[in-house]
């Protein structure tokens, strides 16, 4: 059975390890096994200690406790450790819907977060909740998604933080988008992969697991901590007949989390807040950065700044953004994201502030830009 495309990873497998100026990741600059573990009080000598047997199927229990407590009303036992976070998509996607569901998905999105469910529901059955386009930001509308929802919607997907938007919901909307699935008898996935990385003076909103019981959270270590070769991720399932649906799906998928990435995740969890204050370090510099270069050249693009998260979607003011990319990939070595691969039109692309090389890569764009206007 074909599945579409996963057009986002297969860019970034086609231009991340060849293209040496990046400004488009989503990710936070990252650290060494050597200072995460300085950083959490541990040595290396630990770290090789460790058995490699199987582990946990549901994760070390010593790490879903303190997970657990990072959430106002999850339980250790509420908490899936994943194989990778992508993992969570599929298996929310599989435990959750039968063909012939209808699922209502945020739009733009990382696009596993609507062709994971598309290839379940079958054909038609996403339907779209597009985020509206200010001239200085994104818009929510929650009667749209009430015009949405028929009698055969199961799930409402949303991520927030927002990639690519950096949109933030404030606590009433999120409020509000809980209560209207609550009301309409939907799960809930939300994605919170960018959970806690909050800047530009937005106010900060809770996990979407600590309002209702009828929502599946999926989370990890990849975003906002910088940690995305550890590939921890774990799911928040308050509901027990689902987390156990969940579990049987894992047990095909990945059937227990790589012992070194749960030795290495209690490390971080440990260090959580200074992990998290670096990242946002890093994004607030790269965005006085990207807006005084959006400043010199307001003919070219169309600048939202983000609430949150690592990314903003950005207006281009060229023909294609994607046939743009190719050239400036090859011809100066920088690379940009087109959002089409996120379902948005050719006309923007991707940016992400949390790189250390942000400021090098953008000098690098700027130079091609001066040649070529
Ligand atoms: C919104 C969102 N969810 C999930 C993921 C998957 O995370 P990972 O690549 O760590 O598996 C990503 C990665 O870009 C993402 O942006």
């Known amino acids: 059975m074909q599945i579409t495309p996963f057009a986002t990873e297969q860019f970034y497998a086609r231009y991340e390890f060849t293209t040496p100026y990046q400004l488009c990741n989503s990710d936070c600059e990252t650290v060494s096994v050597e200072t995460l573990l300085e950083m959490a009080g541990m040595s290396l000598d ?6 490699l047997g199987y582990t946990e199927s549901q994760g070390n229990p010593a790490l879903r406790e303190a997970i657990a407590e990072a959430y106002a009303t999850a339980q250790p036992d509420d908490v899936v450790v994943l194989g990778t976070p992508i993992e969570g998509i599929y298996l929310g996607a599989r435990a959750i819907l039968s063909p012939g569901d209808e699922v209502i998905a ?7 977060l609507i062709n994971m469910f598309e290839h379940v529901v079958g054909e038609g059955g996403v339907r779209r909740w597009g985020f509206t386009a200010t001239p200085t930001g994104w818009v929510l509308d929650l009667d ?6 028929t009698t055969r919607t199961k ?7 927002h990639n690519p938007t950096g949109y933030l919901p404030s ?15 939907l799960w809930l996935f939300c994605d919170e992969m960018y959970h806690g990385l909050v800047h530009s003076g937005t106010p900060p909103i809770p996990s979407s697991a600590d309002l209702s019981g009828h929502v599946v959270v999926l989370s990890g270590l990849s975003k906002t901590y910088g940690l995305p070769g550890l590939r921890t991720g774990w799911l928040v399932v308050q509901d027990a007949a689902l987390r156990e649906s969940i579990l049987n799906w894992k047990f095909y998928t990945s059937i227990c989390p790589p012992a070194p990435s749960e030795f290495l995740a209690q490390a971080a969890w440990k260090v959580r807040d200074a992990l998290r204050e670096r990242s946002i370090k890093q994004i607030e510099h790269n965005l006085r950065l990207a807006e005084d270069f959006f400043a010199r050249w307001p003919e070219l693009f169309v ?23 190719e050239r400036l990939a090859s011809e100066a070595g920088v690379l940009i994201h ?5 379902g948005y039109d050719d006309r923007h692309m991707r940016m ?9 890569a953008l000098a690098q764009f700027e130079a091609y830009l001066d040649k070529n206007q």
Do not use: C
């Open 106 to 112: 945020l739009t733009p999105a990382y696009d596993a």
């Open 352 to 360: 992400g502030f949390g790189r250390a090389g942000f400021g090098e």
């Open 155 to 161: 799930l409402l997907v949303v991520n927030f933080p």
């Open 144 to 149: 749209r998604l009430r015009g949405l929802i």
């Open 338 to 342: 087109p959002a089409t691969t996120l």
């Open 46 to 51: 630990d770290l090789g200690k460790l058995g």
């Open 303 to 325: 600048w939202r700044r983000p609430m949150a998260g690592s990314t903003a979607l950005v207006g281009m003011n060229v023909p294609s953004v994607t046939a743009y990319a």
């Open 171 to 185: 606590v009433a909307q999120l409020e509000a988008i809980v209560g209207l699935a609550e009301a309409h008898g």
